[in-house]
């Protein structure tokens, strides 16, 4: 079996993560469900990033101890990618103590080969991003990240030497087109950083306590460059002393999956620091859009969050994540306000998805008592919709050969509306009436539960539990992607898949919540 192994970004242990944090885990998890459905053998890796400044201070504010903070937070954070239905075969932790040990030796290893060096450190600090900016870079003298105050830090450090491995990067860069994407992406990585040369980069503090220690100057803690990007490999079983053949086995990474605003340290940092261990590069980095609230980003400043666990609680794990996949582009950001989301919701699976399988079983039901084959009293209208079906699974595949998550479903969804549009042409209702078109009636309530099944098999991915219901519904458990000209069906009671909302009254509800 061929091997894929994709990564999300590590999330932040400071806080809840709201429903942008959360769509990229459901990205993933479609991605990494695609591709075993094509037979690959996929490892899926997620978790934590639990040190640094911020977690520090939170927990200093919640009178506990940091170990303490990130491991509730921790917790809520694997909490909410299982509310999702997430498929993922490792959440890791930078706090566990075998990535701890890793991280050092990494860290040793860079130390006694030149890479990495004690100086001194001078800069404009933001303490919520915890990055150091220069004055140039800073966005009306704030943090051009996060907006937020930043304050002139200056203490002792170690540097890894960027600069040593840039040309080298850029070449690489150069040579693979496909490596960063999207292409904007990429080209803000090359314009931005790498052709105005890179700087040497902090890879440790000392003004916090809470880290990795540095093992040979323990006032020192590893900065999050080292600590958090190196969970890629440390979880796979990369150690600097021996060969690991579930390591060898995996890496590199097929795809590792992040927000585009850690895109520069994912491309430029990450690639460099695997230059510097001679290990090679991950396949693809892409750095997927943002989900905004309306038009903003989503901050608790600004009041404008939304969870994942109230969103399922309101709308189910399947709604929720449809409105995800479906409506965040390739390369721009999406939006979400409840109204838009009920929306879509009663226009494509209320509408498109459940009333076609809901009145398509029922009619099997009330025709043929649950049971049919194919007859094969076909006309020619039968062959667009058949083609059709025979063609979704290979249009599906090209999407996804290129992350385009949100045009696969619409491909699968365009095949469930020309079902519904047979069903308008075909009639069975009226064919039911005419006792010798009973075999063309078998003939198109075949074609369509055909065409349904396919349609739910490629909705696996995306919507699990969804199409496992419409197959439990259909009495199927054939999982082939083409349509079956023999297949034979003994179908069970329709039940409803989604529930039509009164948006009106669903506001209400939510404003008083």
Known sequence: MKKFYISTAIAYASAKPHIGNTYEIVLADAIARFKRSKGYDVYFQTGTDEHGEKVE?????????????????????????????????????????????????????LYNQGDIYLGNYEGLYCTPCESFWTESQLV?????????????KKEEAYFFKLSKYQDRLKKYIEDNPEFIEPVSRKNEMVHNFLEPGLQDLCVSRTAFDWGIKVPFNDKHV????????????????????????????????????????????????WPIILMALDLPLPKKIFGHPWLLMGNDKMSKSKGN??????????????????????????????????????ERINGDLVNILGNLVNRTLSMVKKYFDGKIKNKKISEDIDENLINSVQELSQKVENRMDKYEVGLALDEVFEVLRKCNKYIDDTMPWKLAKEEDSKERLETVLFNLLEAIRVCACQLLPFLPETG??????????????????????????????????????????????
């Open 57 to 109: 201070i939170k927990a200093l504010e919640s009178g506990i101890s940091p170990q303490e903070y990130v491991d509730n937070i921790s917790k809520e954070i694997k909490r909410i990618w299982d509310i999702m239905n997430t498929s993922y075969d490792k959440f890791v932790r930078t706090t566990d103590k075998k990535h701890e040990e890793c991280v050092q030796k990494i860290f040793t290893k």
């Open 140 to 152: 009306d003298g704030k943090c051009p990240d996060c907006g937020r105050e930043v304050n002139l």
């Open 222 to 269: 590893i900065y999050v460059w080292i600590d958090a990007l190196s969970n890629y490999i440390t979880n796979i079983g990369y150690d600097v002393d021996r060969e690991d053949d579930f390591f060898k086995k995996w890496w590199p990474a097929d795809l590792h999956l992040i927000g585009k605003d850690i895109v520069r340290f994912h491309s430029i940092y």
């Open 305 to 342: 969050i939304m969870y994942a666990d109230f969103l399922v609680n309101l709308f189910g794990v399947d709604a929720v994540r449809y409105y995800l996949l479906h409506e965040i582009p390739f390369a721009n950001d999406g939006t979400i306000t409840y109204e838009l989301l009920m």
């Open 468 to 513: 496992e219901e419409i197959l439990r519904q259909l009495n199927q458990n054939k999982k082939d992607e083409q349509f079956l000209e023999n297949n034979e069906y003994e179908v069970l009671e329709p039940s409803i898949l989604f529930e039509r909302i009164d948006i009106s009254e669903k506001l209400k509800e939510i404003e008083g919540n």
